[in-house]
């Protein structure tokens, strides 16, 4: 079992970045596939990014040329660098992982969230 946490979340205006990480507990991260989603209020939750235990990356379209995603098997964590954000991308945004995994949308575990707010 993995336990996720995330951090970076906060305040920004649009135009503007932020660069959240997710850290994970255990050993053998790097067999781990990783993903970000995001929930805004009112909304379902939804895929934002990912990155396959076998390195490969997806975005969604609605992020993709301003977000970018990475790990770091030896501090196992992975990133979420945001650029150009927009108001609508403000969201709860939540780490997830699953193991051997090429599926990009699908996962066992789950972070507490961090909140992302991009302002006017």
């Known amino acids: 079992q993995v336990q996720l946490v995330e951090s970076g979340g906060g305040l920004v205006q649009a135009g503007g970045s932020l660069r959240l990480s997710c850290a994970a507990s255990?050993?053998?991260?790097?067999?781990?596939?990783m993903g970000w989603f995001r929930q805004a209020p009112g909304k379902e939750r939804e895929f934002v990014a990912a990155?396959?235990?076998?390195?490969?990356?997806y975005y969604a379209d609605s992020v993709k040329g301003r977000f970018t995603i990475s790990r770091d098997n030896a501090k196992n964590a992975v990133y979420l660098q945001m650029n150009r954000l927009k108001p609508e991308d403000t969201a709860v945004y939540y780490c997830?992982?699953?193991?051997?995994?090429?599926?990009?949308?699908?996962?066992?575990?789950w972070g507490q969230g961090t909140q992302v707010t991009v302002s006017l």
């Open positions: 255990g050993r053998a991260f790097s067999i781990y596939t």
């Open positions: 990155n396959t235990y076998t390195t490969s990356t």
């Open positions: 997830a992982a699953r193991r051997y995994s090429t599926n990009p949308t699908q996962y066992d575990y």
